[in-house]
């Protein structure tokens, strides 16, 4: 949740990689916090066989701290199984960086480097402002 928290993260990955080796993260379009628009959809429901499971990631109006840019996140799962339902609610703190930033704490933490920036996990999408770019990807190489 702070810049010292990601660097002893980027610390402890690059102590078990080999040099050269690569680190990749899936992160959320930093667009989806600045309020530029909403890269994807939040929830996910499967059905099969009379279950049902639900998945909610966020709502509207979930507070979001413009100075530590940390959103507390709403989180719902629902289960319906043969007609019995339960339901779990929880709050998730997230924080959101912008590609500068995370840009900024690689280089601080002296031990990677970025090697790309894709915009999801499929290598054809580059990391942009269009809609198929719905994730931050950084693929970094240990130093």
């Known amino acids: 949740?702070?810049?010292?928290?990601f660097l002893s993260h980027l610390d402890s990955v690059a102590d078990v990689l080999?040099?050269?080796?690569?680190?990749?993260?899936e992160m959320a379009h930093p667009r989806d916090v600045f309020d530029s628009g909403k890269s994807c959809e939040t929830s996910r429901k499967i059905s099969k066989n009379k279950k049902m499971v639900?998945?909610?990631?966020?709502k509207d109006?979930?507070?979001f701290d413009s100075i530590t840019q940390i959103t507390e996140v709403s989180v719902t799962i629902r289960h319906d199984?043969?007609?019995w339902l339960s339901e779990?609610?929880?709050?998730?703190?997230?924080?959101?960086?912008?590609?500068?930033?995370?840009?900024?704490?690689?280089?601080?933490s002296g031990r990677f480097e970025?090697?790309?920036t894709l915009g999801s996990l499929d290598l054809?999408?580059?990391?942009?402002?269009?809609?198929?770019?719905?994730?931050?990807?950084?693929?970094?190489?240990?130093?």
């Open 1 to 5: 949740m702070t810049n010292q928290n």
């Open 124 to 143: 054809r999408i580059p990391f942009n402002n269009d809609k198929k770019s719905w994730r931050m990807v950084p693929i970094l190489k240990r130093l």
């Open 88 to 108: 779990i609610h929880d709050q998730a703190s997230q924080r959101c960086l912008s590609a500068n930033e995370f840009q900024a704490l690689v280089e601080a």
């Open 54 to 58: 639900e998945f909610i990631w966020g």
């Open 114 to 116: 970025i090697v790309d």
């Open 81 to 83: 199984r043969d007609g």
């Open 61 to 63: 109006e979930d507070p």
């Open 18 to 25: 080999t040099s050269g080796g690569i680190y990749v993260l």
